[in-house]
């Protein structure tokens, strides 16, 4: 098929997602700089803006949708908390922190925007104490998240990315790009963690079962599992979540995304999940996405929804996979061929100068692939 007959790529996003500015990654009592740095969204809107200008992508501004879609997956109280903990931190004044200068190597005083991370967690579902520390462990299930004073709404801004998108689906469009930042396969129902808040994808998937009573597939091919969208769907059969990360017995979120775990009630058997070696290459990865497809395909989904994180490419600094530009332009033709209408939506990926190249790969091939 020639390029003038193949179809545009929706592609839904503003410019707040520029703005989120998490501050540290805690890891094992270590503090680094986080990985989900406001460059990865410049690479994205690079690569965006570029296939924009030779009309393989269309892109429109996100609008906004009421909270009762955010509280078809998401506790009302832990939306609650994310607001009220981003207006309290949001009314404190900056934090000056010493951080050591690269070039340098010696410290240097560095202005942040007050943030506040968990003291405890987790600690179960049935606090005693209504303690703000007490009440921010409960809510979180790492200390990689912080919340800013502009998370909330950043946070909602990426879920009215990927609801959009979603509407974009249900109007009759093929093939969508919700450019989410921050992230959401790693937020649970009353959780966040792993750089996610709100759980976009999930969002989506929500929406279009509501509205068209139709059946949702979602293939996470983010190098993590989405220990969010699982929970989420665990026991629902009309969400299929299946996944393809690195070795959670290896790497987080560490207590899920077990080969074993297949759902339960109504949502035994709709989950899937395919861990791989750390260090797996393309051919690995390839194959568990043909797995995953075939098995997604006895389900007879009606929607896709691509979980898409780059963050198994070789050059990514948390070294996950080894899986290259092909491997992901692969995927997307694996991915296309199914035929459906499908919404990739954004998660994580952080070799950002490889991003910009990756997804205009992705998308080019996805695209291309659809017939
Ligand atoms: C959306 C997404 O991709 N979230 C990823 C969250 C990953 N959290 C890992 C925290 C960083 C661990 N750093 C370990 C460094 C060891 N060399
Ligand atoms: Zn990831």
């Not at 190597?105 to 049935?126: D, M, Q």
């Not at 396969?185 to 976009?200: D, T, V």
């Not at 929970?231 to 017995?249: C, K, L, Q, T």
């Not at 499908?342 to 017939?371: M, P, R, W």
Request: hydrophobic share 35%; glycine share 8%.
């Amino acid at each position: 098929m020639s390029n003038l007959m193949s179809k545009e790529v929706v592609t839904v996003y503003n410019d707040k997602v520029l703005n989120h500015k998490p501050t540290f990654d805690i890891y094992n009592g270590i503090q680094n700089p986080s990985l989900d740095t406001p460059d990865r969204a410049k690479a994205i809107i690079g690569a965006l803006t570029a296939l924009n200008a030779t009309t393989d992508v269309e892109i429109i501004q996100p609008r906004e949708f009421g909270l009762p879609f955010i509280y078809r997956v998401h506790d009302q109280a832990y939306v609650d908390h994310l607001k009220k903990t981003s207006e309290r931190v949001g009314q404190k004044p900056p934090v000056l922190l010493a951080e050591i200068d690269p070039e340098s190597k010696l410290p240097i005083l560095k202005e942040y925007p007050a943030f506040t991370y968990p003291s405890v967690f987790p600690h179960g579902s049935n606090p005693r104490s209504s303690n703000r520390v007490s009440d921010r462990g409960l809510h979180s299930f790492d200390t990689s998240t912080p919340v800013m004073g502009d998370t909330y709404e950043l946070a909602l801004n990426a879920a009215f990315t990927s609801l959009t998108g979603a509407e974009m689906l249900a109007k009759g469009n093929d093939l969508v790009y919700a450019f989410c930042r921050p992230p959401g396969h790693h937020a649970e129902k009353s959780m966040m963690g792993g750089y996610c808040y709100l759980n976009n994808a999930s969002i989506a998937a929500r929406y279009l079962t509501d509205q068209t009573h139709k059946r949702v597939g979602i293939i996470d091919i983010d190098a993590h599992h989405g220990n969010g969208t699982q929970e989420i769907f665990y026991g629902s059969p009309d969400v299929f979540y299946a996944s393809i990360h690195g070795n959670p017995s290896q790497i987080p979120p560490y207590y899920t995304g077990y080969a074993d775990e297949k759902g339960e009630g109504a949502g035994f058997g709709y989950n899937l999940n395919i861990p791989l070696p750390i260090g797996s290459n393309d051919e690995a990865f390839l194959k568990a996405l043909d797995m995953t497809i075939f098995q997604m395909k006895l389900f007879l989904p009606q929607y896709l929804i691509i979980s898409l994180g780059f963050d198994g490419f070789k050059d990514d600094p948390l070294k996950i996979f080894k899986l290259t530009t092909e491997g992901y332009a692969e995927a997307a033709r694996l991915i296309g061929a199914l035929g459906l209408p499908t919404l990739s939506v954004q998660e994580g990926g952080y070799a950002t100068a490889d991003l910009e190249l990756n997804i205009a790969t992705y998308l080019k091939s996805l695209k291309n692939s659809h017939l």
